[in-house]
């Protein structure tokens, strides 16, 4: 299977809110970091000291997503 790619000179036509949240020592993160302020309004939560996995398992994570929830009428 072949990974989806993600155009980021397209980004800015988002329109839905959007969540970014990565472990700050995952590999995916730098990605992460660069491409969540071109989505507008889009909220980057970056998890100090946790990888890939780690983040999901962070009671940070959890939180973050139940936050936005809140907020944005989920």
């Known amino acids: 299977m ?12 988002i329109r839905v809110p959007v969540l970014a949240v990565a472990g700050m020592r995952d590999a995916l993160y730098p990605g992460v970091k660069e491409m969540a302020p071109l989505i507008p309004g889009a909220k980057l939560v970056a998890l100090s000291g946790r990888g890939h996995i780690g983040a999901v398992r962070d ?14 009428g989920g």
């Not at 009671?59 to 944005?72: I, L």
């Open 2 to 13: 072949r990974a989806a790619s993600v155009d980021p000179a397209r980004l800015h036509e």
């Open 59 to 72: 009671p940070r994570f959890k939180n973050a997503v139940v936050d936005f929830f809140a907020c944005n």
